[in-house]
């Protein structure tokens, strides 16, 4: 009865996690075998514990079909942006008005401005779903999203107290941006891909190499300006979501593309609050209307983690109800913790 299961991801999911990145190709899952095995390696570590040092994890959720055998999803969350050795790197927007007597002319500019944290937020990313499986009616898009928020609740110490999410703008056919192309490419001669790929591991080039003070805006090409906080076509499903669970247009951007930042309180996100931790108690049915939630449990060994959906309930002393079915697929032991998220 069990269908979809989402877990941690895992040594055996490298090919998986490559099919996905050859439809997107973002910096959190890039179309490269190399680039994979290292996510799938850090993301082992990341919910094993192995890794020590808990602002360096991130923690990387795959989508399984069981029926077809194959990973159709994924989903990340890095514990904590911008370090001593990786700052957090944005443009702040800033609206700027100027007016001038004598001409009686006014003017509301654009600027933006470069701004780092070396203590960032928590970011969500790296969201991907198989063009083929997006429209099934189990909505299995929105179970991939929401695990992390669940996953964020179950480990709450693990993570900062404000979530972040780079929205892509809308690129250029061939994959480029509007904005590096009038900013980003003239001051450091580095294409949009290459400064994408650098920028992983090291964005010491953009403060070194960007202009310290402000850049107004109408100086760039139209094209650019026009993408400046804009959310692409592809992502405008996912800002429908993340306002409607409380995350916010910050007036920030990203240096590369010109994507907005959305962002919200850890603890004031809607889905964080409304995922449920208690001890299990197995039934072999639920009432009909029970809400169909995300279930979810910690593993003692890899995957680490593991989720289905299934009807679930908090009955009146506390207990978590959860059906058989649903908990065998789970390994649930019948006064296991479980936490769970609705998802209707």
């Not at 020590?52 to 990973?71: K, S």
């Not at 008005?97 to 070396?118: A, I, M, N, Q």
């Not at 003692?300 to 989720?307: D, M």
């Amino acid at each position: 009865m069990i269908r979809y299961v989402i877990r941690g991801a895992t040594i055996e999911d490298e090919d998986g996690l490559l099919a996905l990145a050859k439809h997107l190709n973002t910096i959190n899952l890039p179309y490269d075998p190399a680039a994979v095995r290292e996510i799938v390696d850090l993301a082992s570590r990341s919910f094993s514990g192995a890794l020590r040092d808990a602002r360096r994890r991130e923690y990387v959720f795959v989508l399984e079909d069981l029926v077809e055998r194959r990973v159709i999803g994924t989903s990340k969350i890095i514990a904590q942006l911008g370090r001593r050795d990786a700052p957090y790197i944005y443009f702040d927007v800033i609206v700027e008005e100027k007016y001038s007597p004598t001409l009686d002319r006014h003017f509301v500019h654009t600027v933006l401005r470069l701004g780092h944290s070396y203590e960032g937020p928590t970011e969500i990313g790296g969201l991907i779903v198989l063009p083929e499986c997006r429209r099934v009616p189990e909505r299995i898009g929105l179970m991939i999203s929401y695990v992390r928020f669940l996953y964020m609740a179950m480990h709450r110490g693990l993570f900062r107290n404000e979530v972040v999410a780079e929205l892509l703008p809308p690129l250029l056919p061939d994959g480029r941006s509007h904005l590096w192309e009038a900013l980003g490419r003239k001051f450091t001669g580095l294409s949009y891909p290459e400064a994408d790929v650098l920028s992983k591991k090291n964005k010491e080039f953009i403060r070194s190499l960007f202009p310290a003070g402000d850049i107004y805006a109408s100086l760039l090409a139209t094209d650019a300006q026009e993408v400046i906080g804009k959310v692409g076509r592809e992502t405008r499903g996912v800002e429908k979501m993340l306002r409607r669970v409380g995350f916010q247009y910050c007036n920030r951007i990203d240096p590369f593309d010109g994507g907005p930042h959305f962002r919200a309180a850890t603890d004031e996100i809607a889905l964080v609050k409304r995922s449920v931790r208690g001890r299990a108690r197995v039934v072999d049915s639920l009432p009909e209307g029970t809400p169909r939630c995300l279930v979810a449990v910690n593993l003692r060994e890899a995957p680490w983690f593991r989720a289905v959906p299934s009807p679930a309930r908090v009955a009146d002393d506390g207990a978590v109800e959860v059906p058989a079915y649903a908990a065998e697929s789970l390994h649930l032991a019948r006064d296991g913790e479980v936490s769970i998220l609705a998802l209707d």
